[in-house]
């Protein structure tokens, strides 16, 4: 009788466990961070992104096609619009360079990615078609994330807002899957970027100057502080000279573990620059894309 009923609470209890999936941190539920996503228009040199949507009406139903698309996909999407005329209203613009506008109301905009849109009417004697093409950035970074190209078929006297709803739609879903993939391996490993350590031509120290408390060379007390800094310890060292040390792959947290704000290479350089300082060592620091530059003074 025991062994029967043994075999019976097995068989209740086996099909619940075949459907239980671990995570990394332990629990018994695969979690799926969804990021969330703000639609942006694709601008050529000396456009303004502030104002480009007032100017061209194919470019404002383009965005809000295409936010519809992931929208009915369940995405998580932020209004661009919405989020322009906010930061117009606070003042939050402090340069009139078009990138660093652009960089300004997409780091305000608190999304997660950013997703350019260029649309082009084609208009020909067969009909007239559009051209859409889909470039996904990871916002800390502005690293591509996934990149797609969708052209509609072609109408006399077309509805541009159906074009554009069309050729997003043969794109969509198999955009959004690689966004969505590319995140998810960011999310569990980190953010890569490359710090690239130099010694000024007027500086005392090399990278094998002993500094610090344990009078360890310079180079080895960098590679302790990346060991204990870096997310999960993930870092890569392509090679170290008297003059230059590069890691040409270190992870940083997609997001701030104290604030759960998004993450980036500027929050992390600041961490470096306040380590070099700690060492007596004067430094300076610039941040282009996903790399930062550290000069040892």
Same mark, same amino acid.
């Given at each position: 009788?025991?062994?029967?009923?043994?075999?019976?609470?097995?068989?209740?209890?086996?099909?619940?466990?075949?459907?239980?999936?671990?995570?990394?941190?332990? @629990?018994?539920?695969?979690?799926?961070? #969804?990021?969330? /996503?703000?639609?942006?228009?694709? +601008?050529?040199? %000396?456009? &303004? =992104?502030?104002?480009?949507?007032?100017?061209?009406?194919?470019?404002?139903?383009?965005?809000?096609?295409?936010?519809?698309?992931?929208?009915?996909?369940?995405?998580?999407?932020?209004?661009?619009?919405?989020?322009?005329?906010?930061?117009?209203?606070? @003042?939050?613009?402090?340069?009139?360079? #078009?990138?660093? /506008?652009?960089?300004?109301?997409? +780091?305000?905009? %608190?999304? &997660? =990615?950013?997703?350019?849109?260029?649309?082009?009417?084609?208009?020909?004697?067969?009909?007239?078609?559009?051209?859409?093409?889909?470039?996904?950035?990871?916002?800390?970074?502005?690293?591509?994330?996934?990149?797609?190209?969708?052209?509609?078929?072609?109408?006399?006297?077309?509805?541009?807002?159906?074009?554009?709803?069309?050729?997003?739609?043969?794109?969509?879903?198999?955009?959004?899957?690689?966004?969505?993939?590319?995140?998810?391996?960011?999310?569990?490993?980190?953010?890569?970027?490359?710090?690239?350590?130099?010694?000024?031509?007027?500086?005392?120290?090399?990278?094998?100057?002993?500094?610090?408390?344990?009078?360890?060379?310079?180079?080895?007390?960098?590679?302790?502080?990346?060991?204990?800094?870096?997310?999960?310890?993930?870092?890569?060292?392509?090679?170290?000279?008297?003059?230059?040390?590069?890691?040409?792959?270190?992870?940083?947290?997609?997001?701030?573990?104290?604030?759960?704000?998004?993450?980036?290479?500027?929050?992390?350089?600041?961490?470096?620059?306040?380590?070099?300082?700690?060492?007596?060592?004067?430094?300076?620091?610039?941040?282009?894309?996903?790399?930062?530059?550290?000069?040892?003074?």
């Amino acid at each position: 009788m025991k062994s029967i009923i043994q075999i019976l609470i097995a068989l209740i209890i086996l099909p619940g466990l075949s459907k239980v999936s671990f995570c990394q941190d332990g @629990s018994n539920e695969v979690v799926t961070v #969804q990021p969330s /996503i703000m639609v942006i228009p694709y +601008t050529k040199k %000396g456009e &303004d =992104i502030r104002t480009i949507l007032e100017a061209d009406v194919n470019r404002r139903i383009a965005i809000t096609k295409i936010k519809e698309a992931f929208d009915q996909r369940g995405s998580s999407t932020i209004d661009f619009v919405a989020k322009l005329k906010t930061a117009e209203e606070l @003042s939050i613009f402090t340069s009139d360079n #078009q990138t660093d /506008i652009k960089t300004q109301i997409v +780091t305000f905009s %608190g999304a &997660d =990615i950013f997703v350019e849109s260029e649309v082009y009417i084609l208009e020909q004697e067969s009909g007239t078609s559009v051209k859409l093409i889909l470039t996904g950035f990871l916002t800390s970074t502005a690293s591509s994330l996934s990149n797609k190209v969708a052209e509609s078929r072609k109408f006399y006297n077309p509805d541009i807002g159906k074009l554009v709803s069309q050729a997003v739609e043969q794109i969509a879903e198999e955009f959004l899957n690689t966004m969505q993939e590319k995140f998810n391996e960011i999310n569990n490993n980190g953010v890569p970027i490359i710090v690239d350590f130099s010694i000024a031509e007027s500086s005392e120290y090399l990278m094998s100057t002993e500094v610090g408390p344990d009078e360890l060379p310079l180079s080895d007390n960098i590679e302790i502080w990346m060991e204990e800094n870096a997310y999960k310890n993930y870092y890569h060292i392509q090679g170290t000279t008297d003059l230059r040390m590069l890691f040409d792959m270190v992870r940083i947290p997609l997001k701030d573990p104290n604030t759960g704000n998004n993450y980036n290479t500027n929050k992390f350089a600041l961490k470096i620059y306040k380590f070099i300082k700690s060492l007596g060592i004067s430094c300076g620091k610039s941040i282009k894309g996903n790399t930062i530059y550290i000069t040892i003074k």
